[in-house]
């Protein structure tokens, strides 16, 4: 579960500074980069912890995965690491801008 936080915080700080951050992207001038980076973190987290934990990445992949195959107890650990890594990614953006 650490690793679905730490790559949850990557991700989510990626779209942050890429994709939503109003510095790299001025209102005349759109940037085009922000597709290929979250792409790489997600590639990078798929092969870094998909055979750990499954990487989800998303609470609500986990909760939909988890009513499928296990039933409703299992998601709540994924839920709450992947909401941590996104606090995480929050906090690390507004200290870094």
């Known amino acids: 579960m ?6 949850t915080c990557m991700l989510c700080f990626t779209v942050l500074n890429c994709a939503v951050s109003s510095r790299n992207n001025p209102p ?9 980076a979250i792409g790489f973190v997600i590639v990078a987290g ?6 750990i934990s499954g990487a989800c990445f998303n609470p609500s992949v986990a909760f939909g995965l988890d009513i499928k195959h296990a039933g409703f107890h299992w998601s709540m650990p994924w839920i709450l690491a992947e909401m941590l890594g996104g ?9 870094v801008r």
């Open 46 to 51: 798929g092969y870094a912890a998909g055979g």
């Open 2 to 7: 650490i690793v679905e936080a730490i790559y």
């Open 87 to 95: 606090a995480a990614a929050v906090g690390l953006y507004r200290a």
């Open 28 to 36: 005349g001038d759109k940037n085009q980069f922000f597709a290929l």
